[in-house]
Antibody, heavy 122, light 106 residues
Framework: QVQLVESGGDLVQPGRSLRLSCGAS????????MHWVRQAPGKGLEWVAR????????LYGESVRGRFSISRDNSKNTLYLQMNSLRAEDTGVYYC???????????????WGQGTLVTVSS | DIQMTQSPSSLSASVGDRVTITCRAS??????LNWYQQKPGKAPKSLIF???SLQSGVPLRFSASGSGTDFTLTISSLQREDFAIYYC?????????FGQGTTLEI
């Protein structure tokens, strides 16, 4: 069955860097686009970034653009999120999600990981 | 950016009730609208895609409609397991914004 498992979340000081990973199994990873979505404590969902199935089409939310970088290694079935210049407002649970297209170009997130917690604090 | 606004922000209901949640987009998103359910401490779960298509495995008491800027999610007869937070999300264009969520509580 499809599984997405995030890792790498930690307590980190403001201004430092962190890299999250999302290991995928149960499907052909290299055939699907992937996204990161985050959720601050007690808040709603915020879209962070996306990457195309072959590593192209990288897009970012305004709040992370220029600081975060999404990438993937299809040979390792792994998605990454490199987070630099971290701020307190980056604190939250980070989910990776698989995106699927139906009826041509209607995209939605059909599978999500369980999330990994990032805490940015001094 | 496209803003997504849900109403109400919270809703109290009882088992067996019929409830409707509304999502409004700040501009025309055609039918590029998805709905997700999230329970405490869990990842979101896909319910509806392309405005009205039911995700496989989702009970038929869930339905949705709309196009353009106005969308609705309806639960025809609430079950205990339906008490959760519901989010709409537009996939028309980046950034793929979510609504602020609607908490459905007893």
């Amino acid at each position: 069955q499809v599984q997405l498992v995030e890792s790498g979340g930690d307590l980190v000081q403001p201004g430092r860097s962190l890299r999250l990973s999302c290991g995928a199994s149960g499907f052909t990873f290299g055939s699907y686009g992937m996204h990161w979505v985050r959720q601050a404590p007690g808040k709603g969902l915020e879209w962070v970034a996306r990457i195309g199935h072959n590593g192209d089409k990288q897009l970012y939310g305004e709040s992370v653009r220029g600081r975060f970088s999404i990438s993937r290694d299809n040979s390792k079935n792994t998605l990454y999120l490199q987070m630099n210049s971290l701020r307190a407002e980056d604190t939250g649970v980070y989910y990776c999600a698989r995106v699927i297209s139906e009826y041509g170009d209607y995209e939605y997130f059909d599978y999500w990981g369980q999330g990994t917690l990032v805490t940015v604090s001094s | 950016d496209i803003q997504m606004t849900q109403s109400p922000s919270s809703l109290s209901a009882s088992v067996g009730d019929r409830v409707t949640i509304t999502c409004r987009a700040s501009q025309n998103i055609e039918r590029y609208l998805n709905w997700y359910q999230q329970k405490p401490g869990k990842a979101p779960k896909s319910l509806i895609f392309a405005a009205s298509s039911l995700q496989s495995g989702v009970p038929l008491r869930f339905s949705a409609s709309g196009s353009g800027t106005d969308f609705t999610l309806t639960i025809s007869s609430l079950q205990r397991e339906d008490f959760a937070i519901y989010y709409c999300q537009q996939s028309r264009t980046s950034p793929y914004t979510f609504g602020q969520g609607t908490t459905l509580e007893i």
